[in-house]
């Protein structure tokens, strides 16, 4: 830059050039600038407003300057404000959805590996229509499903609890975990397999010495993609459970929607944050390996 600038002293060109540089790079970090502001302000408003006193809220309305930073909203939203007939807090119901987010996350990740590995390296005679059949849930909208998956689940006995949200999450998520992992073992050449093979590698050995030392790139996108989606779904936690047996989206909807005539604010937006504390840190913490994962190829 320094060279350019230099340059730009002696040839008029040069000096036209770095302005326009200069005001191309100032009006795109401008826009960048708005529109982060305008993303970040609601999250912005959400942590003042737990911070705040409720008699500062209700004196000063919803957006406005924090005048006090407390945390009692946040100890009120974690343990005892009363949500869904009980006044134990979001605890239980942010442990319900880590108990359905995680087993839920990891058998659909390894069942769409599994499924990716032999839709691409162990074709057979339908292989393909087999796949695209799968991939009609990806474009299924969670909503047709709720009379077949209420049918199955009181079959089961499955209903109004965790065990039954970890079944649905599962099943609605291999068509997601299939695509992915099926699309990024298609470019592992067919040689490699050919080659174990004939050195005497069978299926699962394939599978576990070569297929899933080449996937951490794919299964980092799998998992984050799966724990985000599971965490935030609201839609199967309302409809097949209640009270204790909640998740936290639940949960929240519940919160939202009470028929108190004075709103706590303050510790709604406490437990909003609690509720998306999980996902803002898989993605603060993982969202670069989401991005790589997504271009990297097998084989470099």
Same mark, same amino acid.
């Given at each position: 830059?320094?060279?350019?600038?230099?340059?730009?002293?002696?040839?008029?060109?040069?000096?036209?050039?770095?302005?326009?540089?200069?005001?191309?790079?100032?009006?795109?970090?401008?826009?960048?600038?708005?529109?982060?502001?305008?993303?970040?302000?609601?999250?912005?408003?959400?942590?003042?407003?737990?911070?705040?006193?409720?008699?500062?809220?209700?004196?000063?309305?919803?957006?406005?300057?924090?005048?006090?930073?407390?945390?009692?909203?946040?100890?009120?939203?974690?343990?005892?404000?009363?949500?869904?007939?009980?006044?134990?807090?979001?605890?239980?119901?942010?442990?319900?959805?880590?108990?359905?987010?995680?087993?839920?996350?990891?058998?659909?990740?390894?069942?769409?590996?599994?499924?990716?590995?032999?839709?691409?390296?162990?074709?057979?005679?339908?292989?393909?229509?087999?796949?695209?059949?799968?991939?009609? *849930?990806?474009?299924?909208?969670?909503?047709?499903?709720? #009379?077949?998956? =209420?049918? &199955?689940? %009181?079959? /089961?006995?499955?209903?109004?609890?965790?065990?039954?949200?970890?079944?649905?999450?599962?099943?609605?998520?291999?068509?997601?975990?299939?695509?992915?992992?099926?699309?990024?073992?298609?470019?592992?050449?067919?040689?490699?397999?050919?080659?174990?093979?004939?050195?005497?590698?069978?299926?699962?050995?394939?599978?576990?010495?070569?297929?899933?030392?080449?996937?951490?790139?794919?299964?980092?996108?799998?998992?984050?993609?799966?724990?985000?989606?599971?965490?935030?779904?609201?839609?199967?936690?309302?409809?097949?459970?209640?009270?204790?047996?909640?998740?936290?989206?639940?949960?929240?909807?519940?919160?939202?929607? *009470?028929?108190?005539?004075?709103?706590?604010?303050?510790? #709604?937006?406490? =437990?909003? &944050?609690? %509720?998306? /504390?999980?996902?803002?840190?898989?993605?603060?913490?993982?969202?670069?390996?989401?991005?790589?994962?997504?271009?990297?190829?097998?084989?470099?």
């Amino acid at each position: 830059m320094a060279e350019i600038a230099l340059n730009a002293r002696h040839d008029p060109e040069a000096a036209a050039a770095t302005r326009r540089y200069f005001w191309n790079r100032f009006l795109i970090y401008a826009v960048l600038t708005l529109f982060a502001v305008i993303y970040l302000a609601p999250m912005l408003v959400v942590v003042f407003n737990s911070l705040r006193e409720q008699s500062e809220i209700a004196r000063n309305g919803l957006i406005s300057v924090p005048r006090s930073f407390r945390l009692d909203a946040w100890a009120q939203a974690w343990g005892t404000y009363c949500v869904s007939g009980t006044c134990e807090g979001m605890k239980r119901n942010f442990f319900n959805s880590l108990w359905m987010t995680i087993p839920a996350t990891v058998i659909s990740t390894l069942l769409g590996a599994m499924n990716g590995y032999v839709l691409s390296k162990w074709r057979f005679k339908g292989s393909e229509i087999l796949f695209n059949l799968m991939l009609l *849930g990806v474009f299924m909208p969670g909503q047709i499903s709720l #009379m077949p998956w =209420a049918f &199955l689940l %009181g079959k /089961l006995g499955l209903t109004n609890s965790t065990y039954g949200l970890v079944l649905i999450h599962v099943v609605q998520g291999i068509s997601f975990t299939t695509l992915f992992c099926r699309n990024f073992y298609v470019s592992i050449p067919d040689d490699l397999i050919k080659a174990a093979r004939i050195d005497g590698a069978g299926f699962w050995r394939i599978f576990r010495k070569i297929i899933l030392p080449l996937s951490p790139p794919i299964l980092i996108v799998t998992v984050i993609w799966q724990f985000t989606g599971i965490w935030n779904e609201y839609l199967f936690g309302v409809v097949f459970t209640s009270g204790q047996q909640q998740p936290i989206t639940a949960a929240l909807v519940a919160l939202t929607a *009470g028929g108190t005539t004075a709103r706590a604010y303050d510790v #709604m937006s406490a =437990a909003v &944050l609690i %509720g998306a /504390l999980p996902p803002l840190l898989i993605y603060l913490f993982g969202g670069k390996y989401f991005v790589r994962g997504l271009t990297q190829g097998a084989i470099k």
